[in-house]
Antibody
Framework: EVQLVESGGGLLQPGRSLRLSCAAS????????MHWVRQPPGKGLEWVAG????????GYADSVKGRFAISRDNAKNSLYLEMNSLRTEDTAFYYC???????????????WGQGTQVTVSS | QSALTQPASVSGSPGQSITISCTGT?????????VSWYQQHPGKAPKLMIY???KRPSGVSNRFSGSKSGNTASLTISGLQAEDEADYYC??????????FGTGTRVTVL
């Protein structure tokens, strides 16, 4: 059974940094591209970042480019999102999602974690 | 990377068919056959319903179907059931390793 478990969320002040983690199991992690998607309270989904199986291809939403960094450790079956210079508008539920393929451009996220809440407030 | 445009809400009676539109641009929906659709029940993670415009993952009911014409993709739910009441989001590849989601549609079963 595919499992994606996010952790690392919390409450922090604007300008601070936070690192989210996603522990993967039940599938061949090193063969899969991975993504982060977020959802502000009561609002819609926003794709945040994606990374290919070998970290050679990475993409970011314009809203986080230059502030967030996605990475992975295939030896640890883990995905990460380093978030810097956090803003109040980054407040959201952050989901880790598995891509159906190994590259970022396959177009479907076929498994999702349950998410972790990030709240940025002064 | 502007969000794809979806109607805020669509409703139908049990057994009816409904269609949700998803309008993008020539930079996303119009260029790539990489449109997917996700169903999200309240408090739950999204679930993939359609990928590559019209393909259904294993286990998804054949009452769900997808299509695309120009810059607009569509999701049709036929034989509407109470369990279909949820939020639905389209998503398109937008080039250079990036994606864009739709604004979301609340489906209500009357």
């Amino acid at each position: 059974e595919v499992q994606l478990v996010e952790s690392g969320g919390g409450l922090l002040q604007p300008g601070r940094s936070l690192r989210l983690s996603c522990a993967a199991s039940g599938f061949t992690f090193y063969n899969s591209a991975m993504h982060w998607v977020r959802q502000p309270p009561g609002k819609g989904l926003e794709w945040v970042a994606g990374i290919s199986w070998n970290s050679a291809n990475i993409g970011y939403a314009d809203s986080v480019k230059g502030r967030f960094a996605i990475s992975r450790d295939n030896a640890k079956n883990s995905l990460y999102l380093e978030m810097n210079s956090l803003r109040t508008e980054d407040t959201a539920f952050y989901y880790c999602a598995k891509d159906s393929g190994s590259l970022v451009d396959t177009g479907s996220l076929n498994y999702w974690g349950q998410g972790t809440q990030v709240t940025v407030s002064s | 990377q502007s969000a794809l445009t979806q109607p805020a809400s669509v409703s139908g009676s049990p057994g009816q068919s409904i269609t949700i539109s998803c309008t993008g641009t020539s930079s996303d929906v119009g260029t790539y056959n990489l449109v997917s659709w996700y169903q999200q029940h309240p408090g739950k993670a999204p679930k993939l319903m359609i990928y590559e415009v019209s393909k259904r993952p294993s286990g998804v009911s054949n009452r769900f179907s997808g299509s695309k014409s120009g810059n607009t993709a569509s999701l049709t739910i036929s034989g509407l059931q109470a369990e279909d009441e949820a939020d639905y989001y389209c998503c398109s590849y937008a080039g250079t390793n990036s994606y864009v989601f739709g604004t979301g549609t609340r489906v209500t079963v009357l």
